[in-house]
């Protein structure tokens, strides 16, 4: 169990025993440590919006009698810190993240992102496939990624060809940070899902940022548990999910965020995503 310093935003919650309907030894009463970067509207640092994800945790929390501490803390050490047993849930990352960490991943999704390309809007340049984007890179073009993040083998491979031209942010909000470094011009190109930099964006004054294209199709996110982690709470998880989607209460959470199911059809989520960029 890791402590947990000033820098750390915690919520607990503490409700009624649920009898399982199958034979579990115990749970004991522990904390559960969830953890990650912030990653609105994912995983936020605000109290009355603190990410649709976390309010999915303390939806299947608040049913299953477990207490949650969430660690607001960079991801590349949540990811180590879950490989020792020392957070024990991180959220909403892709399977490719979850695997080389060793950790345990849900069955279920909780989220999904797209490989989205944002550029200064005085940058005229559009995504048109991996060889161009490879073209913009060789040119002395800057791309801001998130270090710990997984973007697919395409994107891994042109980024590991070219170290020199690729800016991997840290820290508790690194997205935050690299639209400040594209406004600045010390970016060219940043890399991330159009649900996180449409959020970010509706809340800049003055914004120059603009949309440049998708990379792939949508890549299912999912929670990732440390390899002690209880194979029964990891299908109370899963579980808890499906009963929030089947009872409407998803929809309701999803609701606050401008967003909607990722288990939608594709062409209703494009549908969806065309409408949040052209807001």
């Given amino acids: 169990m890791i402590k947990i310093t000033k820098n750390f935003r915690s919520c607990?919650?503490?409700?009624?025993?649920?009898?399982l309907s199958?034979?579990?030894?115990?749970?004991?009463?522990?904390?559960?440590?969830?953890?990650?970067?912030?990653?609105?509207?994912?995983?936020?640092?605000?109290?009355?919006?603190?990410?649709?994800?976390?309010?999915?945790?303390?939806?299947?929390?608040?049913?299953?009698?477990?207490?949650?501490?969430?660690?607001?803390i960079p991801l590349a050490r949540a990811l180590d810190l879950a490989h020792k047993n020392k957070v024990d849930i991180l959220l909403a990352l892709p399977s490719q993240s979850i695997a080389n960490?060793?950790?345990?991943?849900?069955?279920?999704?909780?989220?999904?992102?797209?490989?989205?390309?944002?550029?200064?809007?005085?940058?005229?340049?559009?995504?048109?496939?991996?060889?161009?984007?490879?073209?913009?890179?060789?040119?002395n073009i800057i791309l801001g990624t998130v270090n710990g993040y997984e973007y697919g083998d395409k994107?891994?491979?042109l980024l590991r060809n070219n170290p020199d031209n690729?800016?991997?942010?840290?820290?508790?909000?690194?997205?935050?940070?690299?639209?400040?470094?594209?406004?600045?011009?010390?970016?060219?190109?940043?890399?991330?899902?159009?649900?996180?930099?449409?959020?970010?964006?509706s809340k800049l004054p003055n914004n120059t940022i603009v949309y440049a294209g998708t990379q792939g199709d949508l890549?299912?996110?999912f929670l990732g548990f440390s390899p002690s982690f209880s194979k029964e709470l990891i299908q109370i998880f899963d579980q808890g999910q499906e009963e929030l989607r089947q009872n409407g209460r998803l929809e309701q959470i999803l609701e606050k965020y401008g967003i909607t199911d990722w288990l939608e059809p594709l062409a209703q989520q494009n549908k969806n995503a065309l409408n949040i960029i052209s807001e």
């Avoid at 690299?178 to 970010?200: A, E, K, P």
């Fill in 22 to 72: 199958f034979s579990v030894t115990s749970v004991h009463a522990k904390t559960l440590v969830i953890a990650s970067d912030v990653w609105c509207p994912y995983i936020c640092d605000e109290h009355a919006l603190p990410g649709f994800v976390v309010e999915i945790m303390n939806e299947i929390a608040k049913k299953n009698d477990l207490k949650l501490e969430l660690a607001i």
């Fill in 101 to 139: 960490a060793k950790l345990q991943k849900s069955h279920a999704s909780f989220g999904g992102l797209y490989n989205d390309f944002y550029i200064s809007s005085e940058l005229d340049w559009h995504f048109k496939g991996m060889d161009d984007l490879e073209a913009q890179l060789n040119n």
């Fill in 155 to 157: 994107i891994a491979k």
């Fill in 166 to 201: 690729v800016f991997s942010a840290s820290g508790n909000s690194p997205l935050n940070k690299q639209l400040r470094m594209l406004q600045l011009g010390r970016l060219d190109i940043l890399l991330d899902s159009r649900f996180t930099v449409q959020y970010h964006l």
């Fill in 12 to 19: 607990c919650l503490t409700f009624s025993l649920l009898l």
């Fill in 219 to 221: 890549i299912p996110l």
